[in-house]
C-alpha cells in the first residue's frame, strides 16, 4: 500500500514546520507538497525529502492526496474551494472562519472529505467530550465561564478553543451560544445574568494555549483545564486526522469523528 501524500499551506508559519516534523514523525504518511503565499521569503527553500516551498497552488494539489491548511480565512478558502473541485482532502486547522467561511467549508465537505476542527490537541478533544458530560450534570444553578490564553501573536480571539468549549456546553445544556454567550464585561455591568456563558481572553508572552472552563455555584466551583505545552500536540493530531481521512470518501468531520468520541455533542 502506497504512503499517503500529504501537501502542507503555510509551511513556513510556526505551525506550518510542526506539521513538517510530525509528518516525518507518522508511519505510513509522507510530505508530498509544501504551500506558502507569492510574497512568501521561504520560496524556494526545501523543507524534506527534497519537496520544496511553493506558491503554485495546482502544482502542490496535483501531488498530494491531503491538504493540511493552517493559514487564515482569506488564503485558505480559495484553497479550499479549488480542493473540493480536484477531490483533495482537507484537514483544516485555520481558525476565525465567519458564517459564510463555515458555509463554504460545508458546501466544500459535499464533494471531498474534510475534517473541520477548532483544536487537533488529542487532549483537548477529550475535553470536549468531557465538558459535554460535565455540564449535564452540572445544568442548575452553576454560572459558566470560559478563560483562555494564547500567545502575543494569536490574531482571533476568542480562540476558536474557547469557543468550541461554549459550543458543547451550550448544546448540553439545550443553549444557543450565540444568544447566551457574554464576550468581555466593564463598567457597570451589574449583577451575572443567569444562563450565560462569559469569556475572558488573555494575550501574551509565548503561551501556547491554555483552556479552562469554570462551573461556579454556592460553595463550590469546578474546574476543568488543558494546557498545551508544544505545538507538537496539535501537528500530531492533525496528521493523526488525515490519515483517518484516507479511508473517507467525502463528508464533514472533526476530532471527535476521529478518535471516535463522537456522541450527541455538536
Known amino acids: 500500500m502506497n504512503d499517503l501524500r500529504i501537501a502542507i499551506a503555510g509551511v513556513g508559519g510556526r505551525m506550518g514546520k510542526m506539521l513538517v516534523e510530525a509528518v516525518a514523525q507518522r508511519e505510513g504518511v509522507v510530505l508530498s507538497g509544501a504551500l506558502e503565499h507569492t510574497a512568501s521569503p521561504v520560496l524556494g527553500n526545501v523543507v524534506a525529502d527534497g519537496v520544496r516551498i511553493s506558491a503554485d497552488v495546482e502544482e502542490v494539489l496535483n501531488t498530494c492526496d491531503v491538504l493540511i491548511d493552517f493559514t487564515r480565512p ?3 478558502l480559495p484553497l479550499i474551494a479549488r480542493c473540493a473541485e480536484k477531490g483533495v482532502k482537507l484537514v483544516i486547522g ?3 472562519y465567519d458564517e459564510a ?3 463554504a467549508i460545508a458546501a466544500a465537505a459535499e464533494r471531498t472529505a474534510v475534517v473541520f476542527a477548532a483544536n487537533y490537541s ?3 478533544n477529550l475535553t470536549f467530550h468531557i465538558l459535554d458530560t460535565v455540564a449535564r450534570v452540572l445544568n442548575e444553578g452553576y454560572d459558566i465561564e470560559i478563560i483562555e490564553a494564547h500567545h502575543r501573536h494569536k490574531i482571533d480571539a476568542p480562540s476558536g ?3 468550541r468549549m461554549g459550543e458543547v456546553i451550550a448544546h448540553a445544556l439545550g443553549r444557543d451560544l ?3 454567550a457574554v464576550y468581555g464585561r466593564e463598567g457597570q455591568t451589574g449583577a451575572r445574568a443567569a444562563d ?4 475572558a481572553t488573555v494575550r501574551g508572552g509565548d503561551i501556547v494555549g491554555d483552556h479552562t472552563a469554570l462551573f461556579a455555584t454556592e460553595g463550590e466551583r469546578v474546574e476543568i483545564t488543558h494546557k498545551a505545552s508544544s505545538r507538537m500536540t496539535f501537528a500530531s493530531g492533525a496528521v493523526r486526522a488525515a490519515a483517518w481521512l484516507a479511508s473517507q470518501d467525502k463528508g464533514l468531520f472533526d476530532m471527535q469523528d476521529v478518535l471516535g468520541l463522537r456522541h450527541d455533542t455538536v
Open 74 to 76: 482569506d488564503a485558505s
Open 94 to 96: 485555520t481558525t476565525g
Open 101 to 103: 467561511g463555515k458555509a
Open 122 to 124: 488529542v487532549g483537548v
Open 161 to 163: 478553543t474557547a469557543l
Open 178 to 180: 450565540r444568544e447566551c
Open 196 to 199: 450565560t456563558i462569559g469569556f
